[in-house]
Nanobody, 124 residues
Framework: QVQVVESGGGLVQDGGSLRLSCAAS????????MGWYRQAPGKQRELVGR???????TYADFVKGRFTISRDAAQNTVYLQMSSLKPEDTAVYYC??????????????????WGQGALVTVSS
């Protein structure tokens, strides 16, 4: 099995910074993408940014220049460094990890797993 655990989050003032971490562990063969999403109250979950094979990083327009995604491939960990936070960034932030896992001798299958979510609250 594969587990994904998030850490970080909390309360920060307008203009402040915060860092989230997401670590994947278990019978991982390969990780194809690690991404961050967020869901504000009453809104749909939306993509914040994603890092995929080859270290290609994409960001949503609303976070460009403020948020930075990085990865420690050896630790299967992805980070979301958030700066210049605004009250409208308040949301639960979710990590998503996709890849291949070992399910038996010479057997692999895809996995697509979400973290438990981390609440980020930006006060004005």
């Amino acid at each position: 099995q594969v587990q994904v655990v998030e850490s970080g989050g909390g309360l920060v003032q307008d203009g402040g910074s915060l860092r989230l971490s997401c670590a994947a562990s278990g019978s991982i063969v390969q990780i194809n993408a690690m991404g961050w999403y967020r869901q504000a109250p009453g809104k749909q979950r939306e993509l914040v940014g994603r890092i995929s094979g080859g270290d290609t990083i994409t960001y949503a327009d609303f976070v460009k220049g403020r948020f930075t995604i990085s990865r420690d491939a050896a630790q299967n960990t992805v980070y979301l460094q958030m700066s210049s936070l605004k009250p409208e960034d308040t949301a639960v932030y979710y990590c998503n990890v996709r890849g291949w896992k070992k399910v038996g001798e010479n057997l692999q299958e895809n996995f697509d797993i979400w973290g438990q979510g981390a609440l980020v609250t930006v006060s004005s």
